[in-house]
């Protein structure tokens, strides 16, 4: 069996081939291309080709895979090990080629997650939806700019009726309204498509699995359910449902060393930015909730930011307290839904007329009951009471 090592780029591509004493067979360059990529590594088969996650890492994979004897592995490029016969202060496309064909023979490579084409298409939904309201953010700000040079100020509100607060600004002088024009415009535009990616999205909601079951967490509406979902693809992957928050860079730095203990610093934010931030804005939802549903998280997130408080910084008092719960729920709301998907809680309809159903983590089978009481902060009760008393006693001699 042969080894082959893919340096892939947005215009070429370096291939480097071993066999199995680690000798170069062949090395060759080709275009970033379906037709020319399988040709090159169809005559090396059987062999197993390797490369590092990359924009066009997934279509490469998925034609590579369709020939007979091939396996394609895609490796993460953050895993230094993978690159360690390169050499700390070489870096050219051939010598990573070589070090990528080299991993796949000695089996140093750390695999990524593929989702599948549903979950690709969601999140492709999901970053032209970001894009478009990060665009229309810019316009709002623009637009509240060039208005406060004339001494105005536009009302605050929703984005989508920023347009109408303009026009209704008295004193506002013609040509300057002639100048906001083409951007008021375009912000009506761009409501409407963030409008129709919204249907999208609630369709997407309805149909995917996940999402139907994410939807009933209070404060996850469609947009941050079927993101998150796309975003965790197939909850399996994850060993323990608290590794998701580690995922999404929602959990704190530790650090320590010796007799003086860990120390817990700001979050990693090493993530998807975007479903980190979707999630935060959930976790500030619920803690200016009153809904007693949320009461116990809401609670918990409290002794939080009373235990941070207020710090003196810059010469100001900063409530440092309220964003440390924020991100600390954040991460909990990351935990909990992964362990939703992990676990799919069922559901029990109402009986009576009039009731609505309460979220799937309060009831279904017995485990995933224990599990969400002591987690939620609820107190158990029932065998579930029993038990944990009968591990807090000590042993009879």
């Keep these: 069996m042969d080894y082959v090592g893919l340096d892939v780029h947005k215009v070429k591509t370096q291939i480097c081939v071993r066999d199995e004493q680690g000798k170069i067979v062949d090395e060759s360059r080709v275009r970033t291309r379906r037709e020319e990529l399988v040709e090159a590594v169809k005559p090396q088969a059987p062999c197993r080709v390797l490369l590092d996650a990359s924009t066009e890492a997934r279509w490469v994979a998925a034609a590579l895979s369709k020939i007979e004897g091939v396996k394609v592995i895609v490796a993460d490029p953050n895993y230094r090990a993978m690159y360690s016969s390169r050499g700390e202060h070489k870096k050219t496309d051939k010598d990573d080629a070589r070090a990528l064909a080299e991993a796949a023979r000695t089996g140093v490579w750390r695999e990524v997650h593929l989702p599948d084409d549903a979950h690709v298409r969601l999140r492709q939904r999901h970053r032209v939806r970001a894009t478009l309201v990060r665009t229309r953010t810019t316009i709002i700000n623009l637009c509240r700019a060039v208005v406060r040079q004339e001494g105005f100020r536009v009302k605050s509100g929703e984005a989508e009726h920023f347009g109408d607060r303009l026009e209704k600004l008295e004193g506002l002088p013609a040509d300057l309204k002639e100048i906001l024009e083409p951007a008021v415009e375009t912000l009506s ?24 079951l994410l939807v009933t967490v209070p404060y996850v509406g469609p947009v941050i359910a079927t993101a998150f979902a796309a975003a965790v693809g197939d ?40 479903v980190r931030g979707l999630l935060a804005q959930a976790a500030s939802n619920i803690l200016k909730s009153k809904k007693a ?62 009731c609505e159903p309460g979220p799937p983590w309060r009831r279904g089978r017995a485990r995933w009951r224990r599990w969400s009481a002591s987690f939620w902060g609820a107190e158990p009760t029932g065998g579930a009471r029993k038990r944990q008393v009968g591990r807090l006693r000590p042993a009879s001699r």
């Design 189 to 212: 535009t761009i409501n409407e498509q963030i409008g129709r990616c919204d249907e999208r999205v609630a369709e997407a909601a309805k149909t995917d699995e996940g999402a139907r």
């Design 293 to 354: 549903e949320v009461k116990p998280l809401q609670d918990w997130a409290v002794r939080i930011a009373q235990k941070h408080g207020t710090v003196k910084r810059a010469g100001r008092m900063k409530n440092v307290g309220h964003k440390i719960a924020v991100g600390a729920l954040s991460r909990r709301l990351a935990v909990i839904m992964t362990a939703m998907l992990k676990t799919k809680p069922r559901v029990r309809r109402p009986s009576g007329p009039g």
């Design 235 to 274: 909850p399996k992957r994850f060993q323990k449902a608290r590794h998701a928050g580690s995922y999404f860079g929602a959990a704190p730095r530790v650090s320590g060393s010796g007799e003086g203990g860990n120390h817990n610093g700001r979050m990693t934010k090493r993530g998807n930015s975007y």
